[in-house]
């Protein structure tokens, strides 16, 4: 009687050994994701997302804007979100030593669906992300998941208020989706 295997688990040394090839590599609790290039609507939607966040966050001292190859890495996991606002310190010289990002974003595709909405959501959770952004260019809508909070599915405009800010930020969709 044939017996079946179990999958295994792969870790950062597994991770790193893979070849630079135009994919995105990702360790989330052991298993491995891998994500094609985006399209031009995915890079789109982030540029014009960096464009309305980055007066904010300068304005606020809120840290930096990171976007493709930045890492958020913990308890031996590596995922490279979309984007991600996170202010690092002098003293922080790795990825696993910066504090958590305050947010965090990931723009659907057809291959990344699954995974952004339950292991990437729960992962960025468990890691201390304040705040993390679902984007979904095929119903131009934004789910915003807040630590402590329930989940919020926005359609027009989305609220980023971090923690000792004293004004919010409004995103407003017609702007963000190129409408």
């Known amino acids: 009687m044939p017996v079946a295997e179990t999958a295994r688990a792969w870790t950062l040394d597994d991770l790193y050994a893979l070849p630079d090839d135009g994919n995105k590599?990702?360790?989330?609790?052991?298993?491995?994701?891998v994500t094609p290039a985006p399209t031009l609507?995915?890079?789109?939607?982030?540029?014009?997302?960096t464009r309305i966040l980055d007066p904010y966050v300068a304005a606020h001292n809120l840290g930096l804007i990171f976007r493709a190859r930045a890492a958020l890495r913990f308890k031996g996991s590596e995922a490279e979100p979309?984007?991600?606002?996170?202010?690092?310190t002098a003293a922080d010289q790795t990825w696993e030593t910066a504090p958590p990002p305050s947010l965090l974003v990931e723009v659907l595709s057809p291959s990344t669906r699954r995974r952004d909405r339950k292991?990437?959501?729960?992962?960025?959770l468990d890691?201390?992300?304040a705040e993390y952004w679902i984007v979904d260019p095929e119903a131009?809508?934004?789910t915003a998941i807040r630590r402590g909070e329930p989940d919020t599915l926005n359609r027009?405009?989305?609220?980023?208020?971090?923690?000792g800010?004293?004004?919010?930020?409004?995103?407003v969709f017609t702007e963000l989706f190129g409408d």
């Not at 609507?41 to 997302?49: D, P, T, V």
């Not at 027009?156 to 923690?163: A, G, H």
């Not at 800010?165 to 995103?171: F, Q, R, T």
Request: no cysteine; net charge negative; charged share 35%.
């Open 25 to 33: 590599y990702e360790l989330i609790r052991g298993e491995l994701f």
């Open 41 to 49: 609507e995915h890079e789109s939607i982030l540029a014009r997302l």
């Open 82 to 88: 979309d984007l991600m606002v996170r202010r690092p």
């Open 119 to 124: 292991e990437k959501r729960d992962f960025y």
């Open 127 to 129: 890691a201390g992300v």
């Open 140 to 142: 131009k809508a934004i």
């Open 156 to 163: 027009e405009t989305v609220r980023w208020w971090p923690q």
């Open 165 to 171: 800010v004293a004004e919010p930020l409004d995103v």
